[in-house]
């Protein structure tokens, strides 16, 4: 009888069964969606939110799996818009880079002033999103030898958030001669008299933070480590033309926020191993069932997730239902400490609840006080107070006392000029 072929018996590595097991709550025959810098900017700026994290880390389609939940997201682009923001970034990069090379150079510095035409732009194809990166770090090793200007265009950077890896890919990263790294952001909004539009200006500075955060990981992995500039360029077209017009934005800030953030966030694999057994997010899945599955991982809404989160309108539904605090915002929820309801709240301002010592129960019933003698000054014009009012006293309020009027009346009857 032959011998049968010895089975491999050994466990299975932790990554490879993290990836199994976030395969299983994606759905086994669908694509991971990919985390792009921007949706990296917003998990770093919730990092409590385990609900995101965890589909984030599973690649789910968050806008597919909201419009399953009955809460469609209004995120997207119109189309007019990505055609114009390709057509500029083609612009920009045209003849090998050379308008976006010398607006380095004119911005950043750090070498003598490229020339046209002599400037390395490195093939960065490969097979799949770990090829792609494999490709692009050996195409920065290179080009860090070479002393020369390079252009990497569309590289692929891998950054490990959470446990798992996530797979970014900036407009450009250009290597300087004195082998400095500088990431390129380029957007399409204008850029009107040298200055654009703050938030927007913010948005693309914490994007590029992510992708210097993952350059950095790249960088400490060789000897000696390039230097990843904490300045970022960004180009967008200057005044109401095409043209290109360029900015250096000092990120320090956002790196400092964006590291901190990311390294807070749970770990992925933690959150999966608190899931009941069978929970799936596949979209594919009843609306009953995928609603059960998303309510049993923990979330943190605020009202900044309806600007970056498609599963915002949902979970804002659910706080307001469940009464949290957290839906009016993460400086009140502060600000009210151990208060976690509004019910709660509501109670310590009335003082049927809470310790009188607590500052921000203190803080409730001076303001509840305050809210009454306002109340009271128009109950009588108004016929009293509102029944339905959730901070109306049980007593009625006592009468308000009539103002006295700036021009009292003369003895004649008419008013004081």
């Not at 990505?82 to 976006?100: H, I, P, S, T, W």
């Not at 360029?246 to 964006?258: I, P, Y």
């Not at 709660?344 to 003082?351: P, S, Y």
């Not at 007593?395 to 008419?414: H, I, S």
């Amino acid at each position: 009888m032959p011998a049968q072929p010895r089975q491999d018996t050994r466990p299975t590595s932790r990554g490879t069964a993290l990836r199994h097991r976030l395969t299983e709550l994606r759905g086994p025959d669908l694509p991971a969606r990919p985390l792009d810098a921007r949706a990296l900017a917003a998990l770093a700026a919730n990092p409590g939110c385990q609900r995101r994290a965890l589909l984030d880390g599973a690649g789910v389609d968050k806008t597919a799996l909201a419009e399953s939940l009955g809460a469609p997201s209004g995120f997207g682009q119109s189309q007019f818009a990505f055609m114009r923001g390709n057509a500029f970034e083609a612009r920009v990069k045209a003849d090998g880079g050379a308008e976006l090379l010398r607006l380095t150079h004119g911005k950043l510095g750090g070498g003598p002033e490229p020339v046209p035409g002599e400037a390395a732009v490195p093939d960065l194809s490969a097979a799949g999103p770990e090829g792609r990166a494999a490709r692009t770090a050996l195409a920065l090793r290179e080009a860090t030898a070479s002393g020369g200007w390079t252009l990497l265009d569309h590289p692929m950077l891998a950054l490990d958030v959470a446990g798992t890896p996530a797979f970014l890919e900036p407009d450009a990263v250009v290597v300087h001669p004195d082998g400095g790294w500088t990431v390129v952001e380029i957007k399409s909004f204008p850029m009107i008299d040298g200055s654009a539009d703050a938030a927007k200006v913010g948005g693309a500075a914490r994007q590029s933070a992510v992708y210097a955060l993952a350059l950095e990981q790249v960088a400490a992995r060789m000897d000696p480590a390039p230097l990843v500039r904490h300045h970022v360029l960004l180009v967008c077209p200057k005044d109401f033309s095409n043209l290109p017009s360029a900015s250096a934005v000092d990120v320090r800030k956002q790196l400092s926020v964006t590291r901190r953030q990311l390294a807070r966030l749970t770990r992925v694999e933690d959150i999966a191993a608190e899931l009941p057994e069978g929970t799936t997010f596949d979209v594919r899945r009843p609306a009953a069932e995928l609603t059960a599955a998303v309510e049993s991982v923990p979330a943190t809404y605020a009202p900044d997730c309806l600007a970056a989160c498609e599963l915002a309108f949902h979970c804002r539904a659910r706080a307001r239902q469940e009464g949290e605090v957290t839906s009016l915002g993460r400086a009140i929820r502060g600000e009210l400490g151990g208060l976690t309801s509004i019910g709660d709240v509501l109670a310590a301002a009335r003082g049927e609840a809470g310790d009188p010592d607590d500052p921000a129960v203190a803080t409730l019933r001076r303001a509840a006080g305050l809210r009454e003698e306002a109340l009271a000054a128009v109950g009588s014009r108004d016929g009293g107070a509102d029944p339905h009012d959730p901070l109306t006293p049980a007593t009625p309020l006592a009468p308000a006392t009539p103002a006295t009027p700036v021009n009292p009346p003369t003895k004649e009857g008419q008013p004081c000029r």
